[in-house]
């Protein structure tokens, strides 16, 4: 059974720069996984906002940023803003038509 | 503009059976892979399965394969979600959600709510 993993929380302070990241419990992550991350804030549906690995969606301000670090898909705020509190969960494509999610990071940013 | 509107999320018992559906518009909907995601109270997001726009194939998660279906009608711009022996664990919000042009889900609808309880 493949697991991705996330961080569970993170903390994050107004302005600051904060990295969340992607990886697989066995192996490494790589742009073929096409890793895509969503932001998903209490009683809403998801919110894409990097496809690709380092693609913003339409509307994506450009303090997201995502990217490869080391074995992981990252995705990095940079200038934290008080509504970037959320959840945000990645997702990676294993190929075969399966994907399979993170387990989401609670972002705080306090 | 795309739109996603699930509907036929209700409180069954376990093991009965539900069909969602998923009314799709703003877009080419024969092209397109479309998915479902779930959520449980309080958990994360979990991809269920996915049906090929062009191929017709699906896929699916191995905690739903052999009780739930995929299916569409693009005659009706609409995708299901056929569930069948429910179980406690099943209860979530269920998304649609359109695959975008890179593995990613470009589009999700606004989620309907399945309570599996007696």
């Known amino acids: 059974q493949t697991v991705v993993t996330q961080e569970p929380s993170f903390s994050v302070s107004p302005g600051g720069t904060v990295t969340l990241t992607c990886g697989l419990r066995a192996g490494s992550v790589s742009t073929t996984y096409y890793a895509s991350w969503y932001q998903q804030t209490p009683g809403q549906a998801p919110r894409t906002l990097m496809y690709n690995t380092n693609t913003r969606s339409s509307g994506v301000p450009d303090r997201f940023s995502g990217s490869i670090l080391g074995n992981k898909a990252a995705l990095t705020i940079t200038g934290a803003q008080a509504d970037d509190e959320s959840d945000y969960y990645c997702v990676l494509y294993m190929g075969s038509g399966i994907w399979v999610f993170g387990g989401g990071t609670k972002l705080t940013v306090l | 503009e795309v739109q996603l509107l699930e509907s036929g999320g209700a409180l069954v018992q376990p093991g009965g059976s539900l069909r969602l559906s998923c009314a799709a518009s703003g877009f080419t909907f024969s092209s397109y892979t479309m998915h479902w995601v779930r959520q449980a109270p309080g958990k994360g997001l979990e991809w269920l399965s996915a049906?090929?726009?062009?191929?017709?194939?699906?896929f699916y998660a191995d905690s739903v394969k052999g009780r739930f279906t995929i299916s569409r009608d693009n005659s009706k711009n609409t995708l299901y979600l056929q569930m069948n022996t429910l179980r406690a664990e099943d209860t979530a919000v269920y998304y649609c959600?359109?695959?975008?042009?890179?593995?990613?889900?470009?589009?999700w609808g606004q989620g309907t709510l399945v309570t599996v309880s007696s």
């Open positions: 049906l090929s726009g062009t191929s017709g194939g699906t």
């Open positions: 959600a359109k695959r975008g042009g890179s593995q990613e889900f470009d589009y």
